[in-house]
């Protein structure tokens, strides 16, 4: 049984967009991405993409503010993992200009047994979700994520994305039972390290 994870979980859920942005260099028609790699090999252009997202970024919440969700901002803080092929991350909320708590943890690894990229995030409350990470043609980046909360509730939330030089910015939705995406929301994210 799906059901939508309800209250500022959810609301949580939609900023997971660092998880989603495509490397601004050495596009899908470089030589060196023509060649694969040997199996299991994680390919160049996700490094690339790992490079790009490390540092920390904001995005104003002002569209979304509300009592339920009184924060001014969120924020996002990646690095890599061991050896380089991972990428660690969190997102925090900000309130009054200050991290007051991470309400999620992010790994995003190559699958060297399946050959994709895969997104995992693990939430404050005991809420897992995992999925494939895509880079389409044209660079942007697409993930199709299912969420598993400790009461029982399964969701499909999508996530599209767009990396700019120093601006990332993410589109979240709901997945329904048909498999079409109902958009939520949209944050613009800005470096700022």
């Known amino acids: 049984m799906r059901r939508r994870l309800a209250g500022p979980l959810s609301l949580c859920l939609g900023l997971l967009l660092a998880l989603t942005s495509p490397p601004a260099v050495g596009g899908e028609g470089s030589a060196s991405e023509k060649a694969a790699p040997p199996a299991g090999q ?31 901002a969120y924020g996002m803080h990646w690095k890599l993992g061991l050896g380089g092929k991972s990428l660690v991350g969190r997102l925090y909320v900000i309130r009054d200009g200050k991290d007051v708590g991470t309400s999620w943890e992010f790994r995003e690894f190559w699958h060297p047994g399946e050959g994709h990229l895969v997104a995992s995030q693990f939430g404050s409350d005991g809420t ?66």
């Open 128 to 193: 897992y979700g995992t999925g494939p990470h895509e880079r389409g043609a044209d660079g942007q980046m697409e993930m199709l994520q299912t969420f598993y909360a400790p009461a029982g509730a399964v969701t499909r939330v999508g996530h599209r994305s767009e990396l700019k030089l120093n601006e990332l910015v993410t589109r979240s939705f709901d997945v329904q039972a048909d498999g079409t995406w109902k958009e939520r929301r949209k944050y613009v994210w800005l470096r700022k390290d």
């Open 42 to 72: 994680m390919p160049e252009w996700v490094g690339r993409y790992f490079a790009r997202m490390v540092g920390t970024w904001n995005a104003d919440n002002a569209a979304h503010r509300s009592e339920a969700e009184p924060f001014e």
